[in-house]
């Protein structure tokens, strides 16, 4: 099960389900539900805050909340 | 604001330019408030709607479901829940961004199905053209069942229609609930609703979802729903996520009906910016040079109104002399009154400049990149992305800084980022750091080109600021949260900054400001200046007989100055100074370096001032005389000189750390909204300070 900490910057992926429901409600409610594309822009310094571009916007996630994220990369 | 018959709310998800729309129709009719019980910026006002005449309007933070995961988000559903079930709000305008409409329609058919009569504005029209992007505003509105308006929060367009229509809809009927309860909900709000009447069955079920906490319910109320959760194995998480995925269900089709379908990306011209801005090494370096620009800012834009505002009161302070007669009364408004009002006043420039870039940075999105940037080095110490800001701000004033704290959500984060910042060396330790310096730190170069006493200066600053983030990190460890640290955030478009909204920012912090560091600075400078003028009358005559037979002896010094001077040491603060001369002994310090910690008490920089008056030089600006009469007093009855390198360095280490500032006292009660969170800052401040000074003065 690959999860959205372990792809590298530039690449895509689609989210597939989350591992934590409390992750899962907050990111729903912005509109992030299983199937939405997405690709890692950049990491901070020290790779410890991901900037991740969805269709419609652009979220700061903490490595930690990128770990609960269960993806798909895209072929 | 309860003289109007209509309440209205807006609300809306974070980032769809809610603020603008609010400030458009209210303009300088608003005010901040808390809502009850906690510090989320409650912004309320009036507007004129039609027939209505005025109404109030209340501006709800920016919320993303009615399923809170936040402190901030709580108290705005709770409003929202208590608004449709005591009537207290009547209508609901939601905004929303034509960009990204499913997602902003989830949260709005949450609260239209609490039973809200709702309008819609959709902002940001015009870039969603741009975007190729077009919307059938009546199409919506039909599928959804209430009027779809479309706005320009920057222009102001469409905001006549909107009004219009929310003084239309205010008397129609709300909307039936359309969501499809499953039957399991449905068997727990019916049952929720037989103990508690609520008109929606709505609410019932989100009370099953949030009874734990929902300040709607009595105790025993809540008992019984969690009778209720057991008896229908009600899975409250899951069910959240199951009732927004039937909400997507039903809106995505509606609003592709109504709208072209393109797949978008965020606009090319914000990636291009974010390239730069949020690059991992660039766009610290940036970060960091930005915030050395608004730290001088501060300092160097905000001198010259500061002379101002001195003058001022000096040439008022010149006036009451004129026309008061000389005597108590005379010296209670110039020495007392006067100076207390200039000492508060002082600090407006700084106070407007700060919120101003401030605000520049947060209206602009650069603030969410600097969230993203410094979040996992500032977390180490317990801190938040945006406690750099505040840090870096109290390098100039605390107030502010502090005041500033309120973008920081995470309560435990800008708790600990209050209680360090006094830390930072603030512009009011200059004065006294620079003399100290003068006195005690030879002007030589190290290693032939620094010199030493800049060096000392510059250690003071890291002293301060290092101490600060061990601080934060021992209240780290220390203070328990239940909130959960996440770091789940919008990182929106840049857009240029709305000076209306900069503008109104700016207004209501520095109207805080001088309501509430103003009216206790006030009352301390007065009860300060009256235990610095007078005394028991045995010694007050004594002192200003001796002042005489000194002068009879040598005219070096003037009779007033003399006066001053022993008047000072006799007076009620000049008793209490020795008094606490055992106390401060261990540091180094004589009685009359008491008497100017006592009336340095409520603001720091008075220090000077006193030391001043006491070695009667008589003008406060005349360094240069008071470093001598400094460097030559003793401590009474003997030859040993008072300010030895020991003493200085304690002294300054002292000033450092005390708080010695009872406007940020007020600033960290309001802000904290206890008595509890300053007494303990003020203490371990204190300790701080008194170990320090101790530790340096057995040192040097």
């Given at each position: 099960m690959q999860t959205l900490d372990q792809i590298k910057t530039g690449y895509r992926a689609r989210v597939v389900s989350y591992k934590e429901p409390i992750i899962a409600s907050r990111l729903m409610a912005m509109g992030i539900i299983p199937g939405t594309e997405l690709m890692v822009l950049r990491k901070s310094l020290m790779s410890s805050t991901y900037f991740?571009?969805?269709?419609?916007?652009?979220?700061?996630?903490?490595?930690?909340?990128?770990?609960?994220?269960?993806?798909?990369?895209?072929? | 604001m309860s003289f109007s018959k209509y309440q209205v709310a807006l609300s809306g998800n974070p980032n769809v330019g809610k603020s603008s729309v609010f400030n458009l129709l209210t303009g300088l009719h608003q005010t901040v408030g808390n809502f009850p019980?906690?510090?989320?910026?409650?912004?309320?006002?009036?507007?004129?709607?039609?027939?209505?005449?005025?109404?109030?309007?209340?501006?709800?933070?920016?919320?993303?479901?009615?399923?809170?995961?936040?402190?901030?988000?709580?108290?705005?559903?709770?409003?929202?829940?208590?608004?449709?079930?005591?009537?207290?709000?009547?209508?609901?305008?939601?905004?929303?961004?034509?960009?990204?409409?499913?997602?902003?329609?989830?949260?709005?058919?949450?609260?239209?199905?609490?039973?809200?009569?709702?309008?819609?504005?959709?902002?940001?029209?015009?870039?969603?053209?741009?975007?190729?992007?077009?919307?059938d505003?009546?199409?919506?509105?039909?599928?959804?069942?209430?009027?779809?308006?479309?706005?320009?929060?920057?222009?102001?367009?469409?905001?006549?229609?909107?009004?219009?229509?929310?003084?239309?809809?205010?008397?129609n009927q709300a909307t039936k609930c359309s969501y499809q309860f499953s039957d399991n909900e449905e068997q727990i709000a019916k049952d929720v609703n037989s103990i508690i009447q609520f008109d929606s069955q709505y609410i019932a079920l989100l009370l099953a979802h949030q009874y734990k906490r929902s300040p709607l319910l009595k105790d025993t109320q809540k008992e019984f729903i969690a009778t209720l959760i057991k008896k229908y194995s009600f899975n409250s998480i899951d069910i959240q996520l199951d009732e927004m995925m039937k909400r997507y269900q039903m809106i995505t089709p509606l609003v592709q009906k109504s709208s072209s379908h393109i797949p978008m990306e965020m606009d090319s011209l914000t990636r291009k910016i974010d390239k730069i801005l949020t690059h991992r090494i660039?766009?610290?370096?940036?970060?960091?040079?930005?915030?050395?620009?608004?730290?001088?800012?501060?300092?160097?834009?905000?001198?010259?109104?500061?002379?101002?505002?001195?003058?001022?009161?000096?040439?008022?302070?010149?006036?009451?002399?004129?026309?008061?007669?000389?005597?108590?009364f005379q010296r209670l408004l110039t020495d007392g009154i006067v100076s207390g009002l200039s000492g508060v006043l002082v600090f407006i420039p700084q106070i407007a400049i700060l919120f101003f870039l401030v605000s520049i940075l947060e209206e602009s999105g650069y603030m969410a990149r600097v969230v993203y940037m410094m979040d996992s080095f500032m977390r180490r110490f317990g801190l938040n992305g945006r406690s750099v800001v505040s840090l870096i701000s109290g390098g100039a004033c605390a107030i502010p800084a502090i005041m500033s704290t309120r973008t920081i959500s995470n309560w435990k984060e800008r708790l600990?980022?209050?209680?360090?910042?006094?830390?930072?060396?603030?512009?009011?330790?200059?004065?006294?750091?620079?003399?100290?310096?003068?006195?005690?730190?030879?002007?030589?170069?190290?290693?032939?080109?620094?010199?030493?006493?800049?060096?000392?200066?510059?250690?003071?600053?890291?002293?301060?600021?290092?101490?600060?983030?061990?601080?934060?990190?021992?209240?780290?460890?220390?203070?328990?949260?239940?909130?959960?640290?996440?770091?789940?955030?919008e990182l929106p478009r840049y857009q240029m900054p709305q000076w209306r909204g900069v503008f109104y920012n700016v207004w209501e912090k520095v109207k805080v400001f001088i309501i509430e560091a103003g009216r206790v600075i006030f009352f301390i400078s007065i009860l300060l200046w009256f235990m610095a003028s007078y005394g028991p009358k045995k010694s007050m005559d004594a002192a200003r007989k001796k002042a005489q037979q000194e002068y009879a002896?040598?005219?070096?010094?003037?009779?007033?100055?003399?006066?001053?001077?022993?008047?000072?040491?006799?007076?009620?603060?000049?008793?209490?100074?020795?008094?606490?001369?055992?106390?401060?002994?261990?540091?180094?310090?004589?009685?009359?370096?008491?008497?100017?910690?006592?009336?340095?008490?409520?603001?720091?920089?008075?220090?000077?001032?006193t030391m001043a008056t006491i070695y009667a030089v008589g003008d406060d600006n005349n360094t240069t005389l008071l470093k001598e009469r400094l460097q030559e007093a003793t401590f009474s009855g003997s030859n040993k000189k008072v300010f030895t390198v020991g003493t200085s360095i304690s002294l300054m280490i002292f000033y450092l750390f005390a708080m010695q500032c009872m406007s940020t006292v007020a600033v960290v009660r309001r802000e904290t909204k206890s008595l509890k969170?300053?007494?303990?800052?003020?203490?371990?401040?204190?300790?701080?300070?008194?170990v320090g000074g101790w530790i340096a003065a057995s040192i040097f």
């Open positions: 991740i571009q969805f269709p419609k916007l652009a979220l700061a996630l903490r490595r930690d909340e990128a770990a609960l994220i269960v993806i798909e990369s895209e072929i | 019980g906690v510090t989320v910026d409650r912004k309320s006002g009036v507007f004129q709607l039609g027939q209505l005449g005025k109404v109030s309007i209340i501006d709800l933070p920016g919320l993303y479901s009615l399923f809170p995961s936040s402190e901030d988000e709580k108290v705005v559903v709770d409003v929202l829940m208590r608004g449709v079930n005591d009537s207290s709000i009547d209508i609901v305008g939601y905004i929303v961004d034509a960009n990204d409409l499913e997602r902003n329609l989830l949260l709005f058919t949450q609260i239209r199905d609490l039973g809200y009569k709702m309008v819609v504005g959709v902002n940001m029209l015009d870039t969603a053209l741009a975007n190729g992007l077009q919307i505003l009546q199409g919506l509105s039909l599928s959804f069942g209430v009027p779809f308006v479309g706005i320009n929060g920057r222009t102001g367009e469409g905001i006549e229609e909107f009004k219009n229509s929310l003084e239309h809809e205010i008397f660039f766009g610290l370096v940036f970060f960091i040079g930005l915030m050395l620009l608004v730290f001088q800012a501060i300092f160097s834009w905000a001198e010259k109104p500061m002379e101002w505002i001195e003058g001022g009161f000096v040439g008022l302070n010149q006036i009451i002399s004129g026309i008061v007669p000389d005597g108590w600990t980022t209050i209680m360090v910042t006094p830390l930072i060396s603030c512009s009011a330790r200059i004065p006294i750091f620079a003399i100290l310096i003068a006195i005690a730190i030879p002007a030589e170069k190290v290693g032939g080109w620094i010199s030493l006493q800049a060096l000392v200066f510059m250690g003071l600053y890291v002293l301060g600021t290092g101490t600060a983030l061990i601080v934060a990190w021992v209240f780290h460890k220390i203070l328990k949260t239940e909130e959960r640290s996440f770091l789940v955030m002896v040598s005219q070096e010094i003037s009779l007033t100055q003399l006066t001053k001077s022993y008047e000072l040491e006799a007076s009620y603060a000049g008793i209490a100074g020795r008094m606490i001369e055992p106390l401060i002994r261990p540091l180094g310090y004589d009685w009359k370096i008491g008497i100017a910690l006592l009336t340095s008490f409520a603001a720091r920089e008075i220090f000077v001032g969170w300053p007494a303990i800052q003020m203490l371990y401040m204190g300790v701080l300070a008194y």
